[in-house]
């Protein structure tokens, strides 16, 4: 199960209803591809509600998480205590050996990063889609966010307006260079509190 871009900002109800859902959908792991707070004031409350995931969650830092200059050392302690890891430039093998997670951080593509295993189930996790075209390795999976796909998409059109790093892998499934490309919409909002045709996502997927 993925979901991303949390961006908490104390509506707490919002965001205890994704951790319910989360917990009704039973999932194996969970994947999160960064952007939990802009705010470091909100990360005690984030990580409080975070808690109550009842499966291993892994995650990766976002540009915002960076931005707030929120310490990352009680973030990996709360992932570590659902049994998962927050992961900067690291690997997990998982789900019996069958799976190997690979978290990039803010190294990024051109930079050297943990490879794939032969062998396994290789998922990636970024939360930069453009940076699928940097990878010379290729991937089972890889797992991104920040878009937030566009907020407000029209139809027959797409999204507005996109972020940086966006490129056109703006929302949904791509094919990529690196691999499947699976662009998560995001829970949360940035700048403005506005969503149309682009529903907030926790995405589902069978491997």
Known sequence: MQFSDLHHKGDRAHAGSVVKKINALAPDFVCFTGD???DAKFLPETL???SEIKA??????GNHDYWSKAPFEPISKCFAAT???WLEDEVRVIANGKINLIGVAHLGPKHPSPPPRPGMKNILLIHYP???KGFDEKFDLVLAGHSHGGQVRLPFYGALMVPF???EYDLGLFQTKAGPLYVNAGIGWFY???RFNCRPEITVIEI
């Open 36 to 38: 939990l707070i802009e």
């Open 48 to 50: 409080e509600i975070l």
């Open 56 to 61: 291993p969650m892994y995650g990766i830092p």
């Open 83 to 85: 049994g998962g890891a």
């Open 130 to 132: 453009a940076w699928a």
């Open 165 to 167: 790093l966006v490129d």
């Open 192 to 194: 403005c509190p506005i």
